[in-house]
């Protein structure tokens, strides 16, 4: 299958390019040329991107949007909350409420999800006929929604340090953990929920188990953690992952908000990447993580929409900037090219080849109008700055349109997320 596409504006790998042609066959770009006329190629509008890579997913969290702020709380009241909803699905609404979730990325921009799934077994815990009905539902979810999905099978043996699972938790664990690597045997990638729920002793399995595929934990989200990880182990979570071989250049630590020097040193060293989710750490009062210490000291960043309380990877890109300039009273914190550089970052899926314009590439596209409301008079290189998910236009996957005018090729996803959503209620 090929197919040739024009934009007046995109941003290749050596910087923003005007007039350029995209080649495309077998779901990769085959040629990318600068400087030419459209001729009879497909136009797209506005500046084209690459596809968003949305680093930190839990799809089902998509149902408490708009629904756990009225007592104010704290992340462990919120938390009760999404326990609330985990203990309601089943495979089939599972996959209903994934693919609203997933196509709502869509017409984000987002072309690639890597889903941090943890709701594994049925209530109170028992395993489903086949184990992997809720994976599966995720991965035909992300099939109908046109979105690349990389499942990361959780391992959660634990309700905290000292302290066994119990309610909707029990759906969440496994036996022990080598119960867990015979079912994550096959998964795209692996994940250690917290230091929180693995304990100690099972973090080496966990890494070995992993053997070169993607390795995502949750770090340090919220200070309680560190406190009761030092009282526990003395050692802090990202000190504790390093002692026990989880760090390393397939890992990805999400969050890192509260770290200290040493922990930041140690995830440049092992190669570790962080995924940032700004708009979840801001609605959970986490605290604004060290973005620029993290990039100055060398660690790759990516982006998450986490728990979907906003999905829109722009916002999630330009909050880096905007968060780093409230902490610091400093604008520039962060260049246009390194937050496009986070906002298509696809290697914590696995998937260093995708997340640019170049021959050879999966061929992910996301053009992003600059005649609306937001986005009119804006610069093309500024684009980050200005446009929201409601801009975007046209995504394409994999060479395959997804997105076209602003719709999703499912059709109307707001209906989609209400019936999936109301189902549960
Ligand atoms: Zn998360």
């Known amino acids: 299958m090929t197919e040739t596409c024009w934009a007046a504006a995109a941003h290749l790998p050596d910087g923003l390019a005007f007039d350029v042609t995209f080649e495309l066959a077998d779901g990769r770009f085959s040629a990318v040329r600068p400087g030419t006329a459209p001729g009879d190629a497909r136009r797209l509008p506005g500046v084209v991107l690459p596809g968003f890579a949305n680093a930190h997913s839990h799809a089902f969290h998509r149902a408490l949007r708009g629904r756990t702020h009225g007592g104010g709380g704290t992340f462990w009241t919120w938390r009760e909350a999404m326990y609330a909803v985990a203990a309601r699905l089943d495979p089939d609404s599972y996959r209903a409420l994934a693919t609203a979730a997933y196509a709502e990325m869509a017409l984000a921009g987002v072309t690639a999800v890597a889903e941090f799934h943890y709701l594994h077994h049925g209530p109170g815990g028992v395993p489903y006929a086949d184990p992997h009905a809720m994976r599966d539902a995720l991965r035909a979810a992300a099939a109908d929604a046109g979105v690349r999905l990389t499942v990361l099978d959780t391992c959660y043996l634990a309700g905290g340090f000292d302290t066994p699972s119990e309610g909707p938790q029990l759906r969440f664990g496994d036996r022990d953990v080598h119960a867990w690597a015979e079912r994550a045997a096959d998964a795209d990638g692996v994940a250690v929920h917290s ?231």
Do not use: W
């Open 195 to 425: 230091v929180r729920a693995v304990p100690r002793d099972a973090l080496g399995v966990v890494a070995k188990a992993a053997e070169g595929r993607p390795l995502h934990v949750h770090l340090s989200e919220q200070p309680a953690e560190n406190a009761a990880c030092l009282r526990r182990h003395g050692l802090t979570p990202t000190a504790m992952l390093a002692a026990e071989g989880v760090l390393g250049p397939h890992a990805t630590a999400v969050h890192a908000t509260h770290l200290t020097d040493a922990d930041i040193a140690q995830l440049a060293g092992s190669g570790t990447g962080v995924c940032l989710c700004p708009t979840t750490e801001r609605d959970l009062a986490d605290g604004i993580g060290p973005a620029r210490a993290l990039h100055d000291a060398g660690v790759e960043l990516s982006l998450g929409s986490d728990e979907h309380a906003v999905v829109d990877l722009l916002e999630e890109a330009r909050a880096l900037e905007m968060h780093e300039r409230l902490a610091t009273g400093e604008r520039g914190r962060f260049r246009p090219a390194e937050l496009r550089t986070a906002l298509t970052n696809h290697a914590p899926m696995g998937r260093p080849d995708a997340g640019r314009i170049a021959v050879g590439a999966p061929a992910d596209l996301v053009a992003v109008r600059l005649d609306t409301v937001r986005t009119a008079g804006a610069d093309p290189a500024q684009v980050l700055y200005a446009a929201t998910a409601a801009d975007v236009d046209t995504v394409l996957v994999d060479g395959r349109t997804v997105v076209e005018g602003g719709a999703h090729r499912l059709g109307e996803v707001g209906p989609l997320l209400a019936g999936a959503i109301g189902a549960l209620r």
